[in-house]
């Protein structure tokens, strides 16, 4: 059976889409060579189409630019808070 496995790259390795040849296939989970892979995990998910695989791939990069936008936002605001900083207000020693 012909399936698409994302690997969703870990560090600075980046997204693939792998068209792939199973051995198998359950509900749950997919055979490649022998070995049996879920069909979703935190590092690769298999789908019937590259179309399916594509979309995933896009909502999970969405999801992290979300992530980081927000995180960077909050770092904005913390760095805003130290340049505001005075030594002369109460509280500073």
């Not at 069909?39 to 992530?67: C, M, P």
């Amino acid at each position: 059976m012909k399936k698409y496995k994302v690997c969703f790259g870990i560090g600075n390795v980046a997204p693939v889409i792998a068209k792939i040849t199973t051995d198998r296939e359950t509900l749950t989970s997919v055979w490649v060579g022998g070995r049996r892979s879920p069909k979703r995990s935190s590092y690769d998910n298999y789908y019937d189409t590259w179309e399916e695989a594509h979309s995933a791939l896009i909502a999970v990069q969405g999801r992290q630019i979300d992530s980081l936008d927000s995180k960077l936002r909050y770092a904005k605001k913390v760095f805003d808070e130290v340049l505001a900083m005075d030594n002369h207000k109460e509280g500073a020693e």
